[in-house]
């Protein structure tokens, strides 16, 4: 594996505090690297063959031929032994009381293995404890530490949940002077990530359907593992209804079923879907909602343009801003309707392939600039409200959803120059009628046609002889 990078050594040797691997787990049995294993007469030191006859919680009873027998401590296994399983074992001492020789497992197996350690080497470790910075841990007869960066691929808050587990791991450090072997769990998980990887990328398929697992759950969508690859299935993709938040629909740690929408081999990237696994709700609007048919809906978010409106989850539609009101013209949606709003509406168009839908709210409603010209006839004096004001002149409301315009020209004989200086909204003024367009929503009125030179609006003259016939000044904006 070579020289270990800056971060990992630092971590190391912080963890270690300036000891050995032996000083740190307080390793048990003698120490007599270099002797061989011997045959013949049993004497302390050697290392010689054994079997299994006998396991009990006082230990391991072994025979090691003729009519020697020892004994080693169950501790020393990480699995129980079998009976008739031959080992390796040192000879520690021989207990006259008992007539057996206490025999070690971990002196043989760390003589045995310490030779063939190598850089890269794949092991099997047993965690026996865990500390400040990682977990103590054993293979065979060596004794080894696991910083907490190298347990997992994924943050680890307590290594303590690892205690008493067996963690393959490959070998990253061996200092043989100072007896310190370092293991990395994660460097295992991260050579078998990219094995599924190359696999899974070499399998999959635009089109398919897979089960994933939900990594992270961003604004703009979540990551889904497959197995070894990332895919990201967007907002966009996750429902045909409309979603404002990601995590309203998954969870980190939740399984979902996923299609492969598009894989890109140069960057590695792969879009994902999860609404394409469900019914489009586009395919029965035709029938659902004919032209012509009125419909309740929510109003979703406004636009400049009009306003969007959803009749059912995955089915949104865009009542212009023409079509939301017979009253006047608007500047934004926004003067008549607000997110959340309840509305009904008349589906004017459907383009189900498009996923088009285009409502009139108006519509739902009575017209009523329907015989307006009949009902306010050219030449008709009526009362109105001033509805608002603009530059150029004021809005007048003949009644509910009928407006009509009094030019700045018509306001006063006088020259004006605001038309605040001569009405102001909610002010009730007497005004005669000059034309209409039904069709295009429009009324001219004239409010100096009723009144005579210095005559105040809020004392209209008593009778027709009074007021002041005059042509026409003004007209339609």
């Known amino acids: 594996m070579g020289d270990l990078d800056e971060s990992l050594q630092r971590e190391i040797d912080e963890a270690l505090e300036g000891r050995s691997i032996e000083e740190l787990l307080d390793e048990v049995g003698p120490s007599a690297g270099g002797r061989a294993r011997t045959g013949g007469e049993v004497a302390p030191g050697q290392v010689r063959p054994a079997r299994v006859v006998a396991v009990d919680r006082q230990g391991v009873l ?5 009519k020697d027998q020892g004994v080693v401590p169950l501790e020393q296994f990480e699995e129980e032994p079998t009976t008739g399983t031959e080992i390796d074992l040192e000879v520690v001492r021989y207990d006259s009381v008992e007539d057996l020789w206490v025999l070690s497992r971990q002196g043989a197996m760390q003589r045995a293995t310490w030779d063939d350690l190598e850089e890269g080497q794949l092991v099997a470790a047993f965690v026996e404890k865990s500390n400040k910075g990682g977990l103590e841990v054993r293979f065979g007869g060596v004794q080894a530490f696991m910083p907490i960066s ?82 990201l299935v967007h907002v966009s993709q996750m429902s045909y209804a409309r979603v404002a938040d990601p995590n309203e629909l998954v969870q980190p740690g939740q399984t979902v079923q996923v299609k492969v929408l598009k894989i890109d081999s140069e960057s590695n990237r792969i879009s994902l879907g999860m609404k394409q696994l469900a019914p489009d709700p586009w395919e029965s609007v035709e029938a659902k909602y004919p032209p012509g048919s009125l419909a309740t809906g929510t109003i979703t978010s406004l636009a400049d343009f009009g306003a969007f409106c959803q009749l059912e989850p995955g089915v949104e539609g865009l009542v212009p801003i023409s079509e939301i009101t017979w009253s006047r013209r608007l500047r934004h949606p926004s003067e008549e309707l607000a997110a959340g709003q309840t509305v009904q509406a008349v589906v004017l168009s459907v383009e189900p392939a498009r996923h088009r839908l285009s409502l009139s709210i108006k519509q739902a409603l009575s017209n009523p600039w329907a015989g307006a010209t009949e009902r306010f006839a050219p030449g008709r004096e009526v009362l109105g409200r001033v509805s608002r004001i603009e530059e150029y002149g004021a809005f007048v409301e003949l009644s509910p959803g009928v407006e009509g315009l009094v030019h700045i020209s018509e306001l006063s004989y006088e020259r004006v120059g605001r038309v605040e200086d001569v009405v102001q909204v909610d002010q009730q003024v007497r005004v005669r009628v000059l034309e209409v367009d039904e069709a295009a929503r429009r009324v001219g009125l004239s409010m100096t046609s009723v009144i005579q030179p210095g005559q105040e609006q809020s004392a209209p003259p008593p009778d027709e002889q009074t007021k002041r016939k005059r042509p026409r000044r003004g007209g339609l904006d």
């Open 62 to 66: 072994v025979e090691l031929g003729g």
């Open 150 to 231: 190298q347990i997992s691929i994924y943050r680890v808050e307590d290594p303590g949940e690892f205690v008493g587990k067996k963690l393959p791991c490959q070998i990253v450090e061996v200092n043989r002077r100072e007896k310190r072997v370092i293991v990395s769990a994660r460097a295992v998980m991260e050579l078998e990530a990219e094995k599924a990887r190359e696999k899974l990328l070499a399998e999959l398929a635009e089109g398919d359907v897979r089960e994933g697992v939900v990594r992270q759950v961003m604004p703009y969508g979540a990551f889904v593992d497959l197995g070894g690859v990332d895919g």
